[in-house]
């Protein structure tokens, strides 16, 4: 079936906008991640979900940075006030359930903070 | 905290040459290992994984030992192929403390290979 899917695939923004980034995870997969993708600190996870329910929000890089889930399948990653540190590749994967390990990756969100 | 140590490269072999990427973790409960590739304008896959001591992940010619006693996890492959060239990128996942895969995974800074005819 369809992988996961990424929208938009490059997002080009000003300093100090909003943006949103979404994530289409593969059907049927209960859990959800985000990474960002950054030249200077490689792979960063930055938040998880189990369903809807992010139990653990710490590895977000500041408070910034949310994320929701709706409805067990899509989720945003919203970036407020964005930073030109924020410019990365931010990654979405999806897994079975909690307990699987393998992760399957999107072809990522490439954003640039001008 | 939990942290994974690769070679960043590049490393650049000739085809037909063997591979060795070396990488070594530390973590704090008992993690599940893994290597992913990166291929030129595409996204991250799992290329192989092992979840316990002495296991051997093995996928397309490539093939890692999960060494607990040396705490490392290095990528092998015998005769490399030009279609090879991509970033590597060593991983682990530490089930004890998140009972699976409910964890991100912690990934190494990658290994870009380059291959050459």
């Known amino acids: 079936g369809a992988g996961v899917s990424q929208s938009p695939s490059n997002k080009v923004t000003e300093k100090g906008k909003d943006v949103e980034l979404r994530c289409d995870p593969i059907?049927?997969?209960?859990?959800l991640y985000w990474y960002r993708q950054s030249l200077g600190q490689g792979l960063e996870f930055l938040i998880y979900f189990q369903g809807n329910s992010a139990p653990d929000k710490s590895g977000l890089p500041s408070d910034r940075f949310s994320a929701e889930r709706t409805g067990g399948s899509v989720s945003t990653l919203t970036i407020q006030r964005t930073q030109q540190e924020d410019s990365a590749v931010y990654l979405c994967a999806s897994s079975e359930d909690s307990r699987t390990y393998e992760q399957y990756f999107g072809p990522g969100t490439r954003l640039t903070v001008t | 905290g939990n942290s994974v140590t690769q070679m960043e490269g590049p490393v650049t072999l000739s085809e037909e040459a063997f591979l060795t990427i070396n990488c070594t973790y530390t973590?704090?409960?008992?993690?599940?290992l893994f290597w992913y590739v990166q291929y030129p304008g595409e996204g991250l896959q799992l290329l192989l994984k092992?979840?316990?001591?002495?296991d051997k992940g093995s996928n397309k010619g490539f093939e890692a030992t999960y060494r607990k006693e040396t705490t490392s996890f290095h990528l092998e492959k015998g005769s490399v192929q030009v279609s090879d060239s991509a970033v590597y990128f060593c991983a682990l996942s530490d089930s004890l403390y998140s009972g699976g895969g409910a964890d991100g995974l912690t990934f190494g800074k990658g290994t870009h290979l380059i291959i050459q005819p």
């Open positions: 092992a979840t316990k001591a002495d």
């Open positions: 059907s049927g997969h209960t859990a």
């Open positions: 973590a704090t409960g008992y993690p599940s």
